[in-house]
């Protein structure tokens, strides 16, 4: 069975403050999705990195696949109360078709 | 364009009802996913379609879920005789292939998640 550990489970912070979320598996995934949830709302996909070492930046936010394809992070720089949220990430074996889910990082940032 | 739909937003049964949930994926998309989201926890795959056939279901709980897709859009999901632990957020999800660049050549989807059907068994 593939797992995907993230980490942290939550997360609570200052505005203006950085922070990284870490995906982590023993698993090669062929391709790996960042989502952002809000409650009440599906999952939003942030972005989808397919290359080992690649990195990928929207706005405020990096995303970095690592060099083997087991592991990703998310670095969001100078957070704001509007990043506050829950982030998923999600990865693709090859050849497959169905998402393996991490558990979330609950975010939240204070004011 | 419009998004993947769901219906109901919300649903409350008694348990032993049997209930059904709707997803309209995103026109055009071949491939549709429904995952089941418990309190605090991670989204968990139910069955995928290709088209109108299932090629894995193996997420499917019991034999009290199933699921169907016609006419290669719209899929219903189906709990016979509810538990209380089937109360969950059901979330649909379509997607799209996509060519990656570099060598070997392959292709990736990207699912894209409806709001979801918030199920309450009472």
């Known amino acids: 069975t593939q797992l995907l550990e993230q980490s942290p489970q939550f997360l609570s912070i200052q505005e203006g403050e950085n922070l990284t979320v870490y995906c982590n598996s023993s698993s090669v995934f062929s391709s790996l999705q960042w989502y952002r949830q809000e409650p009440g709302e599906g999952p939003v996909l942030l972005v989808t990195v397919v290359t080992g070492g690649e990195v990928k930046k929207l706005k405020r936010l990096t995303f970095q696949f690592g060099d083997a394809r087991k592991d990703s992070s998310l670095h969001i720089t100078a957070a704001q109360t509007g990043d506050t949220g829950l982030y998923l990430c999600a990865g693709l074996s090859q050849g497959a078709q169905k998402l393996v889910f991490g558990q979330g990082t609950r975010l939240t940032i204070n004011p | 364009g419009a998004g993947v739909s769901q219906s109901p937003s919300n649903k409350v049964t008694e348990k032993g009802k049997d209930v059904e949930l709707r997803c309209d994926p995103i026109?055009?998309?071949?491939?549709l996913y429904w995952y089941r989201q418990s309190l605090g926890q991670g989204l968990e795959f139910l069955i995928y379609?290709?088209?109108?056939?299932?090629?894995?279901k193996s997420g499917l709980p019991s034999d009290r879920f199933s699921a169907e897709r016609t006419g290669g859009s719209v899929s219903t999901l189906t709990i016979q005789r509810t538990q209380q632990e089937d109360s969950a957020v059901y979330l649909c999800?379509?997607?799209?292939?996509?060519?990656?660049?570099?060598?070997?050549?392959?292709?990736?989807?990207?699912?894209?998640f409806g709001p979801g059907t918030r199920l309450t068994v009472t």
């Open positions: 999800a379509s997607s799209v292939g996509r060519l990656a660049g570099g060598r070997p050549l392959h292709i990736y989807y990207e699912q894209y």
């Open positions: 026109s055009g998309h071949t491939a």
């Open positions: 379609f290709q088209g109108n056939s299932a090629p894995d």
